[in-house]
Nanobody
Framework: QVQLVESGEGLVQAGGSLRISCAASGSISSIHDIEWYRQAPGNQREFVASISREGYADYGDSVKGRFTISQDKSKMLVYLEMNRLRPEDTATYFC????????????WGQGTQVTVSD
């Protein structure tokens, strides 16, 4: 089992920055990727960014060039640095852990709220 806890929720003005975190615990060795998703009311959950245990990062088109995903393996933390925030970035942000075995268990955190005012 893997437990994920997001933190860093906040309210920022458009153009501002915010960093949110995902803390992983439990069977850490079974995790290959950590992903960030977001969901705004009435919308489907949207892929934001991912990072593999090797450090390879990928981003959704809507955040490329503005968001940066990183990890601190010693602290079992994954960060999402969000810059040049827009009101449309307002959502609940969730982290998700992918198992090393394809098709294996997936784990979700409870989410953290990011609100961008215009």
């Amino acid at each position: 089992q893997v437990q994920l806890v997001e933190s860093g929720e906040g309210l920022v003005q458009a153009g501002g920055s915010l960093r949110i975190s995902c803390a992983a615990s439990g069977s850490i060795s079974s995790i290959h990727d950590i992903e960030w998703y977001r969901q705004a009311p009435g919308n489907q959950r949207e892929f934001v960014a991912s990072i593999s245990r090797e450090g390879y990062a990928d981003y959704g088109d809507s955040v490329k060039g503005r968001f940066t995903i990183s990890q601190d393996k010693s602290k079992m933390l994954v960060y999402l640095e969000m810059n040049r925030l827009r009101p449309e970035d307002t959502a609940t942000y969730f982290c998700k852990a992918l198992h090393v075995v394809p098709g294996g268990p997936q784990y979700w955190g409870q989410g953290t709220q990011v609100t961008v005012s215009d």
